[in-house]
């Protein structure tokens, strides 16, 4: 028999707790009941302990009197510390005893048998044991680095492990319900430290019905953001996950709401797993935003808007500039919203301020700060550009002699102390030197250039080669009609024929071909920057210090296959009461004859300039790129393929962009000040956008022929003749173009076995959708849009895309200060008109005394010519973070086996394609005559910014290729001009890290 227990009034109930574990779905507190007996009339009493995770069955006496029971429940315990794996566990034992005691009267009892039930209740849980490793990216000013209050109370966090809290959330939903299943929760708590990456740890109780893990959700319990690099979850029944993230996730003091983070595995959206739908939806809602308020540096809101803000009127009314975007007089792509409010002095303007809100995961890491990037361009030029203007005291003064310019590598400019020293100091070790004086002298490394030929600029062969190997080598066309005529209103603009006339083109080619016979054989080839130019001409003239000329240069195709340069003729349109002025300049014999020449290219040399900066590579990589990432970004889940396959090639370029507009591209920024368009410069960018820029000829193959360099041809390599056979860019761009189609093809084919596929894809026909009618709005009715309605369409599309942001970007930015660092070469502006354009007697006195000095006045001043110089050279130092195409696959795309295999063939045909540049560059007819040398150098090109990946990359000479070996990286070039020796265009080694960088990037 067994009677209940009887405790003494003394004894209390206590609660004794067991120590916290981090991840567990439930924190649990034992409790041990002590309660007393009290004498009772006519009643059974009932008591024990339970636990909420016990079920505990009341059992009744046989005669339907009530019972009283005592209950004791045991379970398990569970160890502290988890090995991840599957594990079962008995959670429960339940034994219950009854008692009956009836109680007769209140003076006497008296005691029946006592009938004993026990009943043995097992209830079984299955879990796993999940390992979560979070990777945090220690940074410059992060949550690591904050001093003052809040890092106290997180540090507490830190001591309490609750730094980061956790949602597990599975791809399935409930069978029985329908819902989504319950999230699995748990703290991470800091771990180990590794150079610059810390570990967060926590350990998840995972039921084995939870299913495949879909997505993590995030919330920082810190006062700071901080950087996540990856997730991985170690202990699942399908063997580890891993969530790439690189990305910031916000304080919650900042945003209540949690960062959700996908798993690597893609899924177009109607293969979306059903538990991932909403996610995966409301995600995208986020980040588009309301388009409502002020952008604050922490979210990740991607909208549009125009160029509102290049203009500063509100500081100065003559900072006031024309809105870009958003009207057919200037039409322009869209940048990125940032809601700031609209300036006092124009309401149509937006304000400047200290912050230039860019999404934030597209700001620059914090290495990449650090090292190179705009900031640093842009605090350098605090420091260094009023440095000079100090230094320099007269901002027209130029160089007297070319000699003064040589000293600019050799002695420098000494300059006064410097603001910011330690910046300046540490950023540009090459440019800023400390004399034994003390006193700090700006520097300049000489151009491989100038070192192989000091006098390489001044040859017209130099000025041919350029145009189809040098920085910009999208601007020549091929000759297709003649006379050559303008298509400007002659109202306005003057007669519209030219005066290159064919009497003089045939004097300079007799003996090869007729006119007729030079365009019927594509021997003509043009540089065209008269229409473009000439409606600015009388605006820019107002300026002080610079003028124009719309302007057109023409060449002959040699029978060695290099380009001479015949006549430039310079426009200048009726103005002030002056008819129209043109004037033709040829290559000549004569002193006169031959310095009139050199001044004539130096303008045109400008143009070039201005052209390739603004149009070429500002608004062709990075302006008409912006759209792009803003649309894959509102209407593409992270969790979409395209998403993953673009988000590589657009790494920065947002942040780029907006440093541009706020340092280079704004109201009187290094462009303004710098370029021969002056203040003017924006609108011309838009003038060309409007004129130039389509979507369908962005591709390699269709700009070559749109500019009559190339014709269709099956028969031929890549399916184009090229009209000129050694012509570097397209050489090796078309190589790079096939290599870049076939892995997109494979990439999209995997995903899209059909058009039906793409039609019924609701995200990405509105991304498209987006891209044409909103990012490039301004153009939305044009008829050469590409449709999206089959998956050779997307391929067509994708390949365009990210040809521009990297071939055609690396094409035409890297190698900047090889060719702009000695200004001679490409000088930015021409201050003065030529001499032979109304001169008066002193003028033209002076120009026969000393034509070397007309040509100096007409280059670039002193601060100006070294403010460039500055902003190129600083922009030449490069960044550890830097990535290369084919040096390190997605993990998204190493996710899928098909995808992975598809990057181990293109990394393949990539070796192949180096392989096929060399054989190129030594089968090419390349002469032994070391005297045709002017320079062969190596460089190392990569092809992120306008930002994106790409293999090392094309370069002025052609595109470059890397192969590693034992002892470093070797280079491979193809295709040089002038024609090289095999053994002098072989190989050389180099540092790997070499390599130039971007004016805007």
């Known amino acids: 028999m067994l009677k209940p227990s009887l405790l003494q009034p003394s004894q209390y109930l206590f609660l004794q707790h067991n120590p916290f574990l981090h991840g567990s779905s439930t924190a649990s507190l034992n409790v041990c009941s002590t309660m007393p007996s009290f004498p009772n009339k006519h009643q059974s009493l009932r008591f024990g302990s339970t636990n909420h995770r016990n079920k505990i069955k009341a059992v009744n006496s046989s005669d339907g009197t009530t ?47 006592v009938e004993v039930v026990t009943t043995k209740e097992v209830v079984t849980e299955k879990f796993t044991s999940v390992r979560a490793t979070i990777t945090v990216t220690l940074t410059v000013g992060g949550f690591l680095n904050n001093m003052g209050l809040t890092r106290g109370l997180d540090d507490v966090r830190d001591i309490l492990g609750q730094t980061l ?84 996730v916000h304080s919650k003091y900042d945003n209540p709401a949690k960062r959700v983070f996908f798993t690597n595995k893609s899924y177009l959206p109607s293969q979306t797993p059903s538990a991932l739908v909403r996610l995966r939806e409301e995600e995208l809602v986020t980040l588009r935003g309301n388009g409502q308020g002020e952008r604050k540096s922490f979210e990740r809101v991607y909208d549009y808007d125009v160029y509102n803000d290049l203009g500063d009127p509100d500081s100065k009314l003559s900072l006031q500039r024309t809105v870009i975007g958003g009207s057919k007089e200037f039409p322009y792509p869209r940048r990125c919203r940032t809601g700031r409010p609209k300036c006092e002095a124009d309401p149509l303007s937006e304000k400047r301020t200290s912050t230039w809100y860019v999404p934030r995961d597209e700001a620059f890491s914090e290495i990449k700060q650090l090292t190179f990037s705009a900031k640093t361009v842009y605090s350098v030029l605090h420091a260094v550009v009023p440095a000079l203007e100090t230094a320099i005291v007269d901002s027209d003064l130029g160089f007297p002699l070319f000699t003064s310019i040589d000293s600019l590598f050799h002695e420098g400019i000494s300059l006064p102390p410097l603001k910011e020293q330690g910046v300046i100091r540490t950023m540009v070790p090459r440019l800023v030197n400390a004399l034994a004086s003390g006193d700090d002298v700006l520097r300049f490394v000489p151009p491989e250039t100038m070192n192989r030929d000091k006098f390489f600029w001044f040859r017209d062969e130099e000025f041919g080669r350029q145009t189809l190997a040098g920085l910009n080598p999208y601007s020549i066309k091929l000759v297709t009609e003649w006379p050559l005529k303008s298509e400007l209103d002659p109202e306005i603009y003057g007669p519209p024929e030219s005066a290159i006339t064919t009497e003089m083109i045939e004097r300079e080619i007799r003996g090869f071909v007729t006119i007729q016979e030079a365009i019927r054989e594509k021997k003509l080839y043009i540089l065209d920057y008269h229409d473009l130019f000439l409606p600015y001409v009388g605006k820019v003239r107002e300026i002080e210090g610079t003028t ?82 803003i649309a894959t970004n509102r209407q593409l889940s992270v969790m979409h393929p395209i998403y993953r396959l673009l988000h590589p090639h657009f790494r920065y370029t947002m942040e ?68 000129i056979e050694d012509y570097p ?85 890297f190698g900047q200060y090889t060719y702009a660092g000695y200004f001679p070469n490409r000088p930015t502006i021409a201050r003065t008109n030529v001499p032979t354009e109304d001169p008066d ?161």
């Open 67 to 113: 019972s009283s029971s005592s209950t004791t429940s045991s379970s398990t315990s569970s160890s502290s510390s988890i090995t991840p794996g599957p594990t079962t566990t008995k959670t429960t034992t339940t034994t219950t005893e009854v008692t009956e005691v009836v109680t007769e009267s209140e003076d006497a009892a008296v005691e029946k048998e």
């Open 165 to 248: 809290f956790m949602d597990l959330v599975s791809a399935h939903l409930d069978p029985k319900t329908g819902l989504e299943k319950e999230h699995v929760t748990g703290f991470a708590h800091r771990g180990t430290q590794k150079d610059s990456e810390m570990v967060y740890e926590t350990d998840f109780k995972v039921p084995l019905d939870f299913g495949e893990v879909g997505a993590v959700l995030i919330e920082n319990e810190h006062h700071k953001e901080m950087y996540i690099k990856d997730i991985v979850l170690d202990g699942l029944p399908g063997g580890p996950v891993l969530l790439t993230c690189n990305s910031w």
């Open 548 to 629: 124009l000329y719309g302007s057109r240069t023409l060449f002959f195709l040699t029978p060695e296959g290099t380009l001479r340069p015949l006549v430039i003729e310079l426009t200048r349109p009726p103005l002030n009461g002056k008819p129209q002025w043109k004037q033709t300049f040829q290559p000549s014999w004569n002193a006169t004859g031959v310095w009139l020449w050199r001044i004539a290219k130096a303008h045109v040399l400008a143009h070039d300039s201005g052209y390739h900066q603004l149009v070429t590579h500002w608004l062709r990589t990075h302006c008409a790129t912006e759209p792009y990432i």
């Open 656 to 723: 780029i962009n907006a440093l541009a507009r706020e340092a280079l591209v704004n109201a009187a920024g290094i462009i303004e000040t710098s370029f021969s368009p002056g203040k003017y410069s924006m609108e011309i960018c838009s003038v060309a956008y409007g004129k130039e820029w389509r979507f369908d000829q962005e591709a390699l193959p269709a700009n070559l022929i749109s500019r009559g360099l190339a014709v269709e041809d099956p028969t031929a390599p890549h399916g184009l003749r090229l009209s």
């Open 729 to 813: 860019f397209a050489n090796d761009g078309l190589l790079l173009w096939d290599a870049l189609k076939q892995w997109v093809t494979d990439y999209v084919s995997h995903y899209y076995t059909d058009s039906t596929l793409v039609q019924t894809d609701h995200e990405l026909q509105a991304w498209w959708t987006e891209i044409r009618t909103v990012g490039h709005g301004d153009k939305k009715d044009e008829p050469w849009w590409p449709e999206l309605n089959t998956p050779q369409d997307l391929i067509d599309i994708l390949t365009t895309i990210v040809w521009v942001t990297s071939g055609h970007h690396a094409a035409v930015n």
């Open 841 to 1001: 007697d002193e003028v033209w006195k002076n120009f026969l005394e000393k034509p070397e000095a007309t040509l100096l006045r007409c280059f670039p001043s002193q601060i100006q010519a070294t403010t460039i110089m500055a902003v190129l050279d600083i922009l030449s130092n490069h960044s550890p973070d830097e990535e290369y195409m084919v040096e390190k696959m997605e993990d998204a795309w190493a996710e899928d086996e098909v995808i992975r295999a598809a990057y181990e063939r293109f990394k393949g045909r990539s070796r192949s394609r180096r392989a096929d540049l060399h054989i190129i560059g030594n089968e090419s007819g390349l002469g032994d005559d070391e005297s045709s040398l002017n320079f062969c150098y190596i460089l190392r090109i990569q092809v992120t910014d306008s930002s994106s990946k790409l293999l090392d990359a094309p370069l002025q000479f052609g595109f470059l290729f890397k192969i590693d070996d034992d002892d470093g990286v070797v280079m491979t070039m193809a295709s040089l001009m002038p024609k090289l020796s095999s053994k002098q265009c072989s190989t050389r080694q180099m540092d790997p890290r070499s390599r130039r960088h971007d004016i805007f990037q």
